[in-house]
């Protein structure tokens, strides 16, 4: 599983990062977690607010920080 | 730790996308608006209480008032914050950007700066990504000029700045600065549109395809929805506290220990100087709405004139240095001084207006 982070280094898009290095790491799931701040990458991917995630190339949400509960259901997938 | 298969957990996927608001929730609801308003009704008693039961302080002592007044405005102030702040944030969840978008995509230009300079109020933005948001825009198909009055109105014109204003200086000073932050945002951008600036958008922009995301406002249950107005209270309240308490602090002081008119010769409406000078000294400063308004405060406070104060208050709100270096990425010089220019001149008018008209004594107190 791949999970993309969207952020152009703001104090969210941190916070969602770790907290979903967090999430991944406390459910064992078999998951890469990846930054994107190339501003052309994220307008690519169709986001026009950061923080964004996409789980496998699905936007999950864009422009909040999720909670963990979110994050576990998109990696429970 | 527990090893629990996330497998188990799948019936949460069933839950159906467009669940109503739960009866608990609108009673809880119901309760804390009705607790909220017996509370903030009450702040002038509890104040007192606080000051000469808690504190024990002498009633009708220079000290006494101001320990009361300082303690009454904060209670109010922040009680008005986290009212407007969680109601925002719940009108927020249904205004995504890419919502936004799909309005303002299908609209004519004069309608079309209408129309985002009113999106601009309710949809969750933040300077840190103006950038997707502006190439989101522009190659969409919404014009320039309609872009540009989106991305005034977005930072200028607040649910923060709108409460404090209220709370301080009634909702007269609000409402002048709600509707006159629209007309700078709808005009401006007008103008812009006018001006044909297109070419002056860095090349790449147009050239940039944009992905189709699918719209994550679809997702969101009014469980959410109450969840992102909570964050808000949580993220927003957190933060501006501090600015609030101290602004309120300094105005308390400044009110009772500095000479009245301190400021009316260099401030007053009579320095017609002063209100250019208030928004060149302001566009460079970067300043949120709650760390400006304790300032305006006590500028008022000390006689300076409110178009001149507001002028202020505007253009370090609207126009920033961190910003334009943000927008410099997608936009070039030319553009960037003509933005700064037509809406550091509607600021000035603005200015200029509020004081001839001796707007002064809208102000309570």
Redesign the interface.
Known sequence: MKITVYG???A??KQTEELIKRVVA????NAEVVKVSD??E?????????P?VAVDG????????P?ADEI??W??? | MSKKCCCEKKEDYKLPVKATLPMRTVVIGILSLAAWWLLYGQLGAISQWITYNLIGLTRNTHLGSSVEVFLFDTLKVMMLLVLIVFAVGIVRSFFTPEHTRKILAGKHESIGNVFAALLGIVTPFCSCSAVPLFIGFVTTGIPLGVTFSFLISAPMVNEIALVLLYGMFGWKVAALYLGTGLLIAIVAGWIIGRMKMEKHVEKWVYATQMGDADDASQELTWPTRIQYGLDAVKDIVGKVWPYVIAGIAVGAGIHGYAPENALAAIMGKDAWWSVPLAVIIGIPMYSNAAGIIPVVEALLSKGAALGTVLAFMMSVIALSLPEMVILRKVLKPRLIATFIGVVGIGILLIGYLFNIMDLHKLILK
């Open positions: 152009s280094g703001c969210k898009c406390e459910t064992g799931v501003i052309r994220m307008i690519a991917a169709g986001i026009m607010s950061t964004a699905t936007m999950k949400i864009s422009g909040r920080v909670n576990k259901k990696i429970s997938g």
